[in-house]
């Protein structure tokens, strides 16, 4: 139990559709980042929020957008979803930054058709 | 371009013995090493850590070692139980990077064979 919880668990979008993956982190934890794991490979680095400010960013196109609230929640915001999204994508939360431990949630399935 | 690598897809090891799982890296850069496990429909769990400055960190079961000069670390697992059964991905990052971005490799499917 690493008391990162995402929301929802799995989701079906059609090609195009726009779509909002949800975290909560664990209390206390300023920094959260964003994972996408394709199948069969390990997870590629989205980018990371840091007391709601975005603070730091993968190979992802500006379509891949978040959100960090003061209450340690989170948003991923995907636009014109395209079929090579489908993926797992797994929301990891720190105490702050500098730390080395990243604690994950369980992840979002999602399949676009 | 893998700065990251789990050359290993996959490996079977006997109960009781002791498995070893490897990683290579690229990049000079990085300042400390993680392990996570994944069972399936969960998120990677923390295994392990290790910093740049040391060669070894030990935990209950579980080992890691550094080889800076290689750019090499390896996993050891002694004795392996069958809940150990699980992928295990390697990860690095760097405190000059300016956030916590951790670079994965694709993972080693660790099977304990009772």
């Known amino acids: 139990e690493t008391g990162v919880t995402q929301s929802p668990t799995h989701l079906i979008k059609t090609r195009g559709q726009q779509v909002t993956l949800r975290c909560s982190s664990q209390s206390g934890h300023n920094t959260v980042s964003w994972y996408q794991q394709a199948l069969g490979q390990g997870p590629q680095f989205i980018f990371q929020y840091y007391r709601e400010e975005e603070n730091g960013r993968g190979n992802f196109p500006p379509r891949f957008s978040g959100l960090q609230f003061p209450n340690y929640s989170s948003e991923l915001n995907v636009n014109a979803l395209e079929l090579d999204d489908s993926a797992l994508y797994l929301c990891a939360s720190s105490l702050s930054r500098g730390n080395t431990e990243a604690f994950f949630g369980q992840g979002t399935r999602l399949t676009v058709v | 371009d893998q700065q990251v690598k789990q050359n290993s897809p996959s490996l079977s090891v006997q109960e009781g013995r002791i498995s070893i799982l490897n990683c290579d890296y690229t990049?000079?850069?990085?300042?400390?090493f993680l392990w996570y496990k994944k069972y399936p429909a969960e998120g990677p769990t923390f295994l392990i850590s290790i910093s740049s400055i040391k060669d070894k960190n030990e935990d209950g079961r579980f080992t890691v070692f550094l080889n800076k000069s290689a750019k090499h670390l390896s996993l050891h697992i002694v004795p392996s139980q069958p809940g150990d059964s699980a992928v295990y991905f390697c990860?690095?990052?760097?405190?000059?990077?300016?956030?916590?971005?951790?670079?994965f490799g694709t993972g080693t499917r660790l099977t304990i064979i009772p």
């Open positions: 990860a690095a990052g760097a405190f000059n990077f300016g956030n916590e971005k951790l670079t």
């Open positions: 990049n000079s850069m990085f300042d400390y």
